[in-house]
């Protein structure tokens, strides 16, 4: 018993180390930026309200799920505020985030923009015991499955900066570069978007994407999107983990819909065939009246 619960406590360290790191946990293909970088905040105008799920594994038990509710409007020309709310579970270990995220825009000419992002917030990570395979035989005082590095409450913080240029978008983000008991993290996100507009109706939108994560694999990316009159778009992509994405979405008025499906891999194709992921997006067109009223006075 003692061998298997030395086995289990090495895969599980592992598992908890790499879970927020994953390439997953900060959805982002299905026009969720603001997600993965906080310099998106308040990036459109009005109060932006997103809500995001994703399922992986479907048919296996305890199966990995994804939600994350978040909103974020300009309370300036300049300033932005936003909260986001992410719950994660894969297998035996839940994981709950929860953080405000500030931005900064700087116009630098009147093509030219910068904007800087900062989030920070609370990161709680749990092991639920009876997600275990036959947990009934295990000692519940083990301290294999007792110790505390499994239920911790950290504060987490994250950066990120945001380049435009007519139609170039520049992204560069550190969503988890610090945790209160963890050494700064390397997770980097970075993308590059550039929107080409094929006459009145059309927009084509190729980006490109590399994400740096420590532990798990590397990820590089390439998408091609294409928006007919801002109402429906399809897009097509390629992951170096050698899967392929297919996403498409509708917008109706300050609604928008959209779903995407991502292929498995050899790795993963003994235990789910894809994964999937719907977001429903809604937009109020004017700053609510409770952030004027306090913070444009005083800005």
Not at 14 to 26: E, H
Not at 48 to 65: C, D, E, M, P, Y
Not at 71 to 86: C, D, F, N, V
Not at 125 to 139: A, E, G, H, M, T
Request: overall charge positive; aromatic content about 14%; proline content about 3%.
């Amino acid at each position: 018993m003692k061998n298997l619960l030395y086995i289990l406590f090495i895969i599980t360290t592992l598992q908890a180390k790499s879970q927020v790191l994953s390439y997953d946990f900060y959805s982002f293909k299905l026009n969720n930026m603001f997600n993965v970088n906080p310099a998106y905040t308040g990036r459109e105008e009005g109060l932006n309200i997103i809500l995001s799920a994703q399922t992986q594994n479907r048919g296996v038990a305890f199966a990995n799920k994804n939600y994350m509710f978040g909103m974020h409007s300009k309370i300036s020309k300049k300033q932005a505020l936003g909260t986001r709310i992410i719950s994660d579970t894969r297998g035996a270990f839940q994981l709950l985030k929860a953080d405000l995220s500030y931005s900064y825009l700087a116009k630098i000419s009147d093509d030219m923009k910068f904007t800087l992002g900062l989030s920070a917030g609370l990161l709680k990570n749990s092991l639920l015991i009876n997600r275990i395979d036959n947990y009934q035989s295990l000692d519940q005082s083990d301290p294999t499955l007792t110790k505390s590095y499994y239920n911790t409450n950290q504060f987490a913080a994250g950066v990120g900066f945001l380049y435009n240029y007519k139609g170039l978008d520049v992204s560069f983000s550190m969503p988890h570069i610090i945790a209160t008991s963890q050494p700064i993290n390397s997770h980097i996100n970075t993308a590059v978007f550039y929107t080409i507009n094929a006459g009145e109706d059309f927009k084509i939108t190729p980006w490109l994407c590399y994400q740096n994560m420590p532990i798990t694999k590397n990820v590089g990316s390439l998408f091609v999107k294409g928006m007919y009159k801002d109402a429906i778009w399809v897009q097509g992509g390629y992951q170096t983990n050698r899967t392929f994405c297919a996403m498409f979405g509708v917008n109706v008025e300050n609604l928008s819909i959209s779903y995407g499906y991502k292929s498995s891999n050899s790795q993963f194709k003994t235990i789910t065939s894809a994964s999937h992921e719907i977001t429903f997006a809604f937009k109020i067109t004017e700053t609510p009246a409770i952030l004027k009223r306090w913070f444009l006075p005083r800005m």
